[in-house]
């Protein structure tokens, strides 16, 4: 079946360019989770939604960053102003639900290099 | 946040079973403890999750002692494909603590198995 997909799999941009970096969840997941994984880095949550509304964002490391879900399933993550240390790999994923029991289904990420 | 401590690395040989160590000295009532698997250029897969005692599926076992402060992945017989990094995720429940559901991973511990 169709898993987690992301998009773009590789974004190049400039100091200071805007980006937006989308998740398409397993259909009928109810909670999607964003992480960025630097080079030779541990996973590091950004924030998690649940349905549409995002209970906890604060893993995001600066105001620069924003995320929204609409109607339950996409989700986009938007980084403005971009910065070099913002390079990393960006993974979402998904879950059936919120708690944390359940299994949650990555995508293959998205590789932002800031030049 | 329950942090997590892993190694960093291990080496191995094809055939020989390997034993991954974690601490969460801080874990939570409510935590679960899970474990990842991670190959290059791809999302984190699910391995197997824990509660408390003793854990077997297909692929690992997971034992986690008594005071839950650290959890054990086991892999019997690994191969050449099992060279990867393993990820020890422990994780809040969002209904019990009202808090979001908060996910720390560790620095990953990369796997090594040569023949």
């Known amino acids: 079946g169709a898993g987690v997909s992301q998009s773009p799999s590789n974004k190049v941009t400039e100091k200071g360019k805007d980006v937006e970096l989308r998740c398409d969840p397993i259909s009928g997941h109810t909670a999607l989770y964003w992480y960025r994984q630097s080079l030779g880095q541990g996973l590091e949550f950004l924030i998690y939604?649940?349905?549409?509304?995002?209970?906890?964002k604060s893993g995001l490391p600066s105001d620069r960053f924003s995320a929204e879900r609409t109607g339950g399933s996409v989700s986009t993550l938007t980084i403005q102003r971009t910065q070099q240390e913002d390079s990393a790999v960006y993974l979402c994923?998904?879950?059936?639900?919120?708690?944390?029991?359940?299994?949650?289904?990555f995508g293959p990420g998205t590789r932002l290099t800031v030049l | 946040l329950a942090k997590t401590t892993q190694p960093i690395s291990m080496d191995s040989y094809e055939g020989q079973e390997v034993n991954i160590t974690c601490s969460h000295n801080?874990?939570?009532?409510?935590?679960?403890i899970t474990w990842y698997q991670q190959f290059p250029s791809q999302g984190p897969r699910f391995i197997i999750q824990g509660y408390k005692t003793k854990v077997t599926n297909e692929v690992a076992s997971l034992f986690i002692p008594a005071d839950r402060k650290s959890s054990t992945l086991s892999l019997p017989r690994v191969s050449l494909s099992d060279t990867a990094v393993y990820y020890c995720?422990?994780?809040?429940?969002?209904?019990?603590?009202?808090?979001?559901?908060?996910?720390?991973f560790g620095t990953g511990t990369q796997l090594k198995v040569e023949l």
């Open positions: 939604f649940q349905g549409n509304s995002a209970p906890d």
């Open positions: 994923a998904s879950g059936r639900d919120r708690l944390s029991t359940d299994t949650q289904y």
């Open positions: 801080n874990i939570a009532t409510n935590d679960y």
């Open positions: 995720l422990v994780g809040d429940s969002y209904i019990l603590t009202g808090g979001g559901n908060k996910l720390t």
